[in-house]
């Protein structure tokens, strides 16, 4: 009968669970500026006008910027960093459909002025 497993084959088993092991209790840097950009870019967020035109994007940025928080406290930094980002993005977003919503609102009224004075051209 064949022995499948040796005394090398052990040592180099165990080896490997031990290096697997240490990678997998790896620590990951606090992703303190990820966390800070997404809270400066929330703030700003807020103080513009996108609350009144994407409130449901700036809600959710906020949120996410909340829990990154909280994970950052319990020192679950994969976990922070994803949701900091995510907040981040949201925050832009938001940001970008207030910007969208102006530019469309005063195109509508550049348009308006517009067939204003053609309408008095004409009379």
Do not use: F, H
């Not at 513009?48 to 020192?75: F, H, I, N």
């Not at 960093?81 to 530019?103: G, I, N, P, T």
Request: aromatic residues 2%.
């Amino acid at each position: 009968m064949r022995k499948w497993i040796t005394n090398s084959s052990v040592g180099y088993i165990l080896s490997l669970c031990s290096v697997a092991a240490l990678l997998g209790c790896s620590t990951v840097a606090p992703p303190r500026d990820t966390v800070a950009a997404a809270d400066i870019q929330v703030k700003q967020a807020l103080n513009s006008k996108a609350s009144g035109e994407a409130p449901l994007d700036l809600r959710m940025a906020v949120d996410k910027l909340d829990k990154a928080k909280v994970a950052m406290t319990r020192e679950e930094y994969t976990i922070a960093r994803r949701l900091a980002e995510e907040a981040l993005v949201d925050a832009q977003v938001a940001e970008a459909k207030a910007s969208s919503e102006q530019a469309q609102q005063a195109a509508r009224e550049a348009r308006r002025v517009l067939d204003s004075l053609q309408s008095g051209k004409k009379g």
